[in-house]
């Protein structure tokens, strides 16, 4: 018999899930990318910045971290003394894999003048080399608090950096990262969808290229997408970021009809995020039950990081003075 087909399966892996989350002690944070059955069991479902704040706060013992490695190590960055476990340890993601911690010291080292804004997608190395972390919530708060005078580098997200760079006319230096999942949108054919729906919002998460978010009613992140679905006048919103987050606007607002943007085949299951999709239920329960495979950090690495993802904590919540940027 094959160890997959040994685990509960329907009602009773939920409930041996329920289970093991009580008798661990455990927290399941999922994020909006997460295939419907995981949002739906999770103890909290929420964008980058919600669920680093949740992991910072929780007083569980353990933290089943149901999204991609960047955010479960974030976890433990902010909550050390807690087991944080991942389904699946090769959930990555391409905008960290578009940043090594070497290149991207070699870059710092070739602009002493410039701070480092680094979005939370990125590696626990190039976190310990950035002044201050940012999610596409806080971005737009943190970056009107840094002196308009102090030069940036921001990455690894292109798009991001180049989207907060018009909006506020700043100059950034940017790191070439994509997300592989909205760069995969299709101008053409969100054009032809836009034309069947003339009347019909378009929100785009702003990891989308200019093509994309030039087209947008609203740019914004998971979070503020949701809430724009929430309150959006009509009855039809396109939606341009990965599609699992479709499903929390469907159990909100059923009467309403969310349509997922196309990618260049039409099709929006390019635009599922591969990484997000290698968890499932079956690898939360082993991880629950074994609290393998587990995030390690080295200290001194921790201590290092921990102070630019602090200072997004704080700023995200305006509290840091200005000049208060440097982490090294
Ligand atoms: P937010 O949930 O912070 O908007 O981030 C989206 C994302 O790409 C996560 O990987
Ligand atoms: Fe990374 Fe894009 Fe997947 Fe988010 S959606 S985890 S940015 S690859």
């Not at 997460?34 to 949740?54: N, P």
Request: aromatic fraction near 6%; hydrophobic fraction near 40%.
């Amino acid at each position: 018999m094959s160890v997959e087909s040994k685990l509960p399966s329907g009602d009773d892996l939920l409930a041996e899930i329920d289970r093991l989350r009580k008798e661990k002690n455990a927290i399941i944070l999922a994020h909006y990318y997460q295939k419907s059955e995981i949002q739906d069991l999770a103890d909290y479902v929420g964008d980058s910045l919600q669920l680093s704040q949740k992991a910072a706060e929780t007083d569980a013992d353990v933290i089943a971290f149901c999204g991609v490695k960047f955010m479960a190590d974030t976890a433990k960055i902010l909550s050390p003394e807690k087991i944080v476990v991942l389904p699946d340890m090769d959930a990555g993601c391409s905008l960290e894999d578009s940043c090594p911690p070497d290149k991207f010291k070699a870059f710092r080292e070739a602009h002493p003048d410039h701070i480092a804004l680094t979005y939370i997608n990125c590696s626990t190395e190039v976190k310990a080399l950035s002044d201050v972390i940012v999610t596409s919530s806080s971005a737009e708060t943190i970056l009107q608090q840094i002196p308009e005078d102090q030069k940036i580098i921001f990455g690894p997200d292109r798009h991001l950096g180049g989207y907060l760079s018009r909006k506020f006319n700043r100059e950034m230096l940017l790191w070439p990262g994509v997300c592989i999942v909205h760069e995969a949108f299709s101008e053409t054919e969100l054009i032809k969808l836009k034309e069947e729906h003339p009347d019909a919002p378009i929100a785009a998460h702003p990891e989308c290229p200019p093509t994309i978010v030039d087209h947008a009613d609203f740019v914004g992140s998971t979070s503020g997408i949701l809430n724009f679905a929430k309150e959006f006048e009509g009855d039809t919103l396109i939606v341009a970021t990965e599609p699992h987050i479709i499903h929390q606007m469907e159990k909100a607002l059923p009467e309403k009809n969310f349509i997922g943007a196309p990618g260049a085949d039409g099709n929006c299951n390019c635009n599922i995020c591969p990484y997000m999709a290698l968890n499932t239920m079956e690898k939360l329960y082993t991880c629950l039950r074994d609290l393998e495979p587990r995030i390690e950090i080295e200290e001194s690495l921790r201590l290092q990081a921990k102070k630019s993802l602090d200072k997004m904590l704080e700023m995200a919540s305006g509290t840091v003075g200005k000049g208060d940027l440097g982490n090294r």
